[in-house]
C-alpha cells in the first residue's frame, strides 16, 4: 500500500522534494524540488511542452509576467466573488478551515479543539502585493493566481504576430499564486505552485466539439506516460460549482492515497474572457465573421494542469514496494525494496555508471564512460559505494531506468553490463555503442 507518508519520507531522505524554509521551522503551503526533483519536475514539463507545442502546429508559447495590471484581475472576476473560498474560523484555538472541506467530511465542530465554529465567509485568494515605494491602496496588485490572464492579454499580440486562424491555441508554463486557507496533502494544495495551460480559442459553434476533443487528449496524455488507467477518471462538474467563468468544466481526477481528487481541469468558459478583456481594456479582442460580417468573441477551451500535482501523481503511480526484495538473497519479508517504475521519460536519472569495484583501473575507466554519458546529454549519477546489489536498489527506487557495471571483464572486451530497472536482464553492451544503444532504449 503506498501511502502519502511514504512519498513524503522518500522525497526528503533522496532529495526530490523539501518542505519550503523548513530551517525556519517551514512555510505552510511552500515547498522546494532538490536535485533529483528539479530532472522529474522539469521531465513533466518538457513532455506537457512537447505535446502541446511540439505536436501541434497551430498552438503556440508565451511566458507572461507574473506580476500584471490590476485592472486584469477586475476584468477577470478574480478580486470579486468568484476566486473566493469559504472559510469559517474557531472561536476558541483561532484555527481556520474550508467550509466546504468541513461539510464534506460531516465535521460541525472545530477538528483540532472541538470549539465552536463561525458562520461561514467568503474569503479572496488572491495574494496582494505592492509595487513602488509607497503601501498605499493605488499601489496594490497581485500576484496572478493563474497563468492564464497572461494568455488573454497577450491574444491580439500573438494572433497577429503568427497569423493564427481560429481555431488554435496559446500555451503557458508558469508560477500561480493562491492564499489556500488549507494548504496540504504535501504538494497537492500549496500556495505557490505551477501550472501548465493551454488556451483553445475556438468559433462558438464548435466549443463542445473542441471540448470533448480535449478531454480525450489529454486522457491520452496520462497513459502515454505510463499513467495506471485505473487510477483516473473524468468528473463533471455540477452547475452550482462551476467556477465564474466556467459554462462547463470537468476535472480529471486521480486516485491519491486520501482519496480522489483533480489534478487537471478541461473548461469550456465561453466568451467570458475575452469579452471582459474588451471592455475593461478598451482594446477590441472580438473577431469578424468573413460570411455574414457580423462581430464574435471566440469562445475558449482551456486545459490547466497542475506541474507540482502532477509530480505527486506521477510519484504515487510509480510506487512499487517489493517484499521479500529482488536484489538481496535473503529473501527476508522485513526486506522491503522500492522500485520506482517511472516513464523512461520522466524519470530523473536515466543512467548510473556504477564500476564493480574500487580499483583505480576500473573507476577511471568507469568515470570516462560517465563524461561520455554526459557529453552524450544523458541525467546521469555514479555511485562507486557499497556493494553492487545495495547500488541497485538506490537507483531503483529513485526510478532510474537503465545501470552500467564496469567490471574486470570490460577491461578486456570493452564492454559494459547493462541492467534495467523493470525486467532485471542484463546486456553486455559494446562501450563504442553505449550511448546510441541508451538512447534507443530510453525512446522505445
Ligand atoms: N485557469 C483555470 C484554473 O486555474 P483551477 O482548477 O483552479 O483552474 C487548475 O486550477 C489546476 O491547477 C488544478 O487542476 C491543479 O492541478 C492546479 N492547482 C490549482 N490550485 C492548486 C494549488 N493550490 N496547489 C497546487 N496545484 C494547484
Redo the contacts with the bound molecule.
Sequence with gaps: MVTLEKIVNLCKRRGIIFPGSEIYGGLAGTYDYGPLGVELNRNIKEAWRREMFQLHSNIFGVDSSILMQRRVWEASGHTSAGFTDPLQECKKCHHRFRADHLTEQRIAKCPDCGGELTEPKRFNLLVETHLGPVKDDASLTYLRG???QGIYVNYRNIKTAVRAELPFGIGQIGK?F?N?IT?GHF?????E?E?M?MQYFVRPEEADKYFDHWKEERLKWYLALGMKKENLRFRPHAKDEL?HYARAAE?IEYNFPFGWH????I?NRGDWDLSRHSEFSGEDLSETDPKTDKKFYPYII?T???A???TLAFLIDAYNEIVGGRTTTTKSTKDVEVVLRLHKKLAPVKVAVLPLSKKDQLIKAAKEILFDLKRAGLVTDYDDTQSIGRRYRRQDEIGTPYCITFDFESVNDQKVTVRDRDSMKQDRVAIAELSLWLKENLES
Design positions: 493563474e497563468t492564464t500561480a493562491r489556500e494548504p504538494i497537492y494544495r500549496m500556495r505552485f501550472q495551460e467556477a476535472d483533480e489534478i487537471e481541469g473548461h482551456e490547466s494542469a497542475g507540482d500535482r502532477l
